[in-house]
């Protein structure tokens, strides 16, 4: 960013850490924007210093030439990172419920309830065999807890 008396001048990818995109610049300029600091006139470049062709030669510019193809992605993409965020408190819940829910101790607690570990030495890998032994099914951290709570039984497991 080239800054003079206040007044942002010109802004480019170049980051000194490493090779931003348009898309990155896009983000900082709409921030930008958003806290109400005037983009006109604002140069706009790539990492090498060139200025990007066919922009209008400014941030405004810039911002309105790469709206349709660049703010999709940035949607996209904080949409992807909010769902994996929503998972990860998803699990740490789970996993919080499967030490209280059994007392904490969920290997003893889940093998009382009639499951078992598929592989002993993954804590994590529980199955769960079929009535007549013929087949097993995967139980996963949240039948685990279900179970626990005695929300669901084996035989709905089976079922």
Same mark, same amino acid.
């Given at each position: 960013?080239?800054?003079?008396?206040?007044?942002?001048?010109?802004?480019?990818?170049?980051?000194?850490?490493?090779?931003?995109?348009?898309?990155?610049?896009?983000q900082v300029l709409?921030?930008?924007?958003?806290?109400?600091?005037?983009l006109s006139g604002?140069?706009?470049?790539?990492?090498?210093?060139?200025?990007?062709?066919?922009?209008?030669?400014?941030?405004?510019?810039?911002?309105?030439?790469?709206?349709?193809?660049?703010?999709?992605?940035?949607?996209?993409a904080e949409e992807?990172?909010?769902?994996?965020? =929503?998972? /990860?408190? @998803?699990?740490? &819940?789970?996993?919080?419920?499967?030490?209280?829910?059994? *007392?904490?101790?969920?290997?003893?607690?889940?093998?009382?309830?009639?499951?078992?570990?598929?592989?002993?030495?993954?804590?994590?890998?529980?199955?769960?065999?079929?009535?007549?032994?013929?087949?097993?099914?995967?139980?996963?951290? =949240?039948? /685990?807890? @279900?179970?626990? &709570?005695?929300?669901?039984?084996?035989?709905?497991?089976? *079922?």
């Amino acid at each position: 960013m080239k800054v003079t008396n206040g007044k942002l001048e010109a802004i480019s990818c170049k980051t000194g850490h490493y090779v931003a995109g348009k898309e990155q610049l896009y983000q900082v300029l709409t921030e930008l924007k958003e806290r109400s600091v005037a983009l006109s006139g604002v140069g706009v470049f790539d990492f090498a210093a060139k200025q990007y062709p066919g922009e209008e030669g400014d941030a405004e510019g810039f911002l309105k030439a790469n709206k349709t193809t660049i703010e999709p992605k940035i949607v996209e993409a904080e949409e992807k990172k909010k769902k994996a965020e =929503e998972k /990860q408190q @998803k699990q740490q &819940k789970l996993q919080e419920d499967l030490i209280k829910y059994s *007392g904490g101790d969920p290997v003893s607690a889940l093998k009382a309830k009639g499951i078992r570990l598929y592989n002993e030495s993954d804590p994590t890998d529980w199955v769960v065999d079929s009535s007549d032994g013929s087949s097993w099914s995967s139980v996963d951290l =949240e039948t /685990q807890v @279900k179970l626990l &709570k005695n929300e669901i039984s084996i035989d709905d497991i089976n *079922g």
